[in-house]
T-cell receptor
């Protein structure tokens, strides 16, 4: 079956521009996560969606970052007024259900964002 | 404050030998641990996990050991194969309803043929 897909795979933008990154989770997965991996760093949690519940935005680094999930499926991560420190690989993951014992998160291939 | 640490950024092992990847954590509330493997240009893929009620979990060539008193876990790969060359991340979580994984910085394993 289809895994988690993300688009674009690479994005180069100029400082100050806005970017949108897209994630298509595995069909039927109710939980969706965004992470980012900066150079030499581990995966950093950004935001989490579970069904119709309010998202956990506690990992978003600034108010320039926002995300939405439409219809409980596709998610878009938006970064406004990009800065060079936003350059990273942005990874999306989904899981069947969250809460209780952790279930396996399945990751997409990521979007490599480069801010010039 | 890095709650999950992988202090070895890289490791080289001869094919057929054992690979041992280490991970330390500081948060005593963590009770569920995972290892993910990542190839270049791909997302991390789940490899193996362990709950804190166990001290060992084995899946084929992969075994994870957990030492709760030392807050240390390790991944053993025996025998190592060239296809195992990848970046390995350990992650930790609390099972008390939280879903967040805290990841380490990864160890790049290179298995030499």
């Amino acid at each position: 079956g289809a895994g988690v897909s993300q688009s674009p795979s690479n994005k180069v933008t100029e400082k100050g521009k806005d970017v949108e990154l897209r994630c298509d989770p595995i069909s039927g997965h109710t939980a969706l996560y965004w992470y980012r991996q900066s150079l030499g760093q581990g995966l950093e949690f950004l935001i989490y969606f579970q069904g119709n519940s309010a998202p956990d935005k506690s990992g978003l680094p600034s108010d320039r970052f926002s995300a939405e999930r439409t219809g409980g499926s596709v998610s878009t991560l938006t970064i406004q007024r990009t800065q060079q420190e936003d350059s990273a690989v942005y990874l999306c993951a989904s899981s069947l259900v969250a809460g209780g014992p952790p279930d396996t998160q399945y990751f997409g291939p990521g979007t490599r964002l480069t801010v010039l | 404050d890095q709650q999950v640490k992988q202090n070895s950024p890289s490791l080289s092992v001869q094919e057929g030998r054992i690979s041992i990847l280490n991970c330390d954590y500081t948060n005593s509330m963590f009770d569920y641990f995972l290892w993910y493997k990542k190839y270049p240009a791909e997302g991390p893929t789940f490899l193996i996990s362990i709950s804190s009620i166990k001290d060992k979990n084995e899946d084929g060539r992969f075994t994870v050991f957990l030492n709760k008193s030392a807050k240390h876990l390790s991944l053993h790969i025996v025998p190592s194969q060239p296809g195992d060359s990848a970046v390995y991340f350990c992650a930790a979580s609390e099972t008390s309803g939280t879903y967040k994984y805290i990841f380490g910085t990864g160890t790049r394993l290179k298995v030499l043929a």
